[in-house]
């Protein structure tokens, strides 16, 4: 009997029935259109291929240099987030002091 209870999910055989039934549709359905799917994936692979990469296509360039175009776009992208976090930090700073000046008025 412990065996089987090696089986069992969250500690009831209802939520492990529904569980496994779950898995055997997903199953089934993965099985009856295997060939849609690898001809998806196929095709996901070739667009993949065609599609302009952040980095250096040479071989003959190693290390950070390879990824330069990609660091160099990180880099924006970090600076862009902290400038706009700044500039919310500051008007939700300003907010609060204006709404916090107008509660106090009638005190």
Known sequence: ???????????????SGITYALLAVLGMLVIRNYSRIAGFTGEVKGELRKAS????????????????????????????????????????FFHVLIVSFLTNLGR
């Open 53 to 92: 990469w952040p980095w250096e296509s040479d071989p003959k360039i190693k290390g950070f240099r390879k990824y330069k175009e990609l660091t160099d776009s990180t880099m924006v992208v970090l600076i862009a987030v902290i400038l706009l976090a700044g500039f919310v930090q500051f008007w939700d």
């Open 1 to 15: 009997m412990q065996f089987l209870e090696f089986f069992q999910i969250g500690g009831s055989w209802i939520m």
